[in-house]
C-alpha cells in the first residue's frame, strides 16, 4: 500500500494519524437525514415549516450566532452523559441563581438589540473578505456591548 502511495507522492498520509480518532471518541451523534426528517428536528411533515419541530419548539435566541448554535446542539446531540450534566448545570446555574440570572437577562436584552450577525462577520474579518460598511457594523456593535 505504501508503495502504491508513494508512486502519487502520497507516502506520508499514513504519518497523520494524528488526525483520525477511534469512533468511540465521538462526542455527539451523527443524524442522518432520514432520521431528522421523521422526527421533526428542523421542519414539520406537515406543511414542511420549522412550525412545530423540535427546533421551533426549543428556539428562544435573540441571535443569529445562537440559533446556529442552537441548531447545531439539537441536530447533533452529546452522547456522554457527563458532557450532558455539564450542560445542564450551565444552564441551571444561570437561570436559577438570582444575581446571575439578573446579569443574563440584561445581556439577553443587550444582545437581542443588535442587528449584526457577529460570529459570522468576526469569521469574515479573520479571513480578510470583510467589506467596509461590515466592519463599520461590528466596531459599532462591539462599542455598543462595551
Known amino acids: 500500500m505504501i508503495n ?10 499514513f504519518n497523520l494519524t494524528k488526525y483520525f480518532q477511534p469512533f468511540s471518541a465521538r462526542s455527539h451523534m451523527l443524524l442522518n437525514g432520514n432520521t431528522l426528517t ?8 406537515t406543511d414542511h415549516t420549522t412550525r412545530g419541530s423540535l427546533f421551533w419548539t426549543l ?15 439539537v441536530g447533533r446531540p452529546l452522547l456522554n452523559r ?16 438570582t444575581d446571575r440570572a439578573i446579569h443574563v437577562e440584561k445581556l439577553r436584552s443587550v ?5 449584526t450577525d457577529l460570529e459570522k462577520s468576526l469569521i469574515r474579518i479573520y479571513y480578510g473578505k470583510c467589506t467596509r460598511p461590515e466592519l463599520l457594523n461590528v466596531l459599532q456593535a462591539l462599542q455598543y456591548l462595551a
Open 4 to 13: 502504491h502511495m508513494a508512486e502519487y507522492g502520497l507516502e506520508y498520509v
Open 38 to 45: 421523521s422526527l421533526e428536528i428542523y421542519q414539520n411533515q
Open 59 to 73: 428556539d428562544r435566541t435573540r441571535t443569529k450566532f445562537g440559533a446556529r448554535l442552537l441548531r447545531k446542539w
Open 82 to 97: 457527563s458532557d450532558i450534566e455539564a450542560r445542564l448545570a450551565a444552564v441551571e446555574e444561570l437561570l436559577l441563581e
Open 111 to 115: 444582545m437581542s438589540r443588535l442587528r
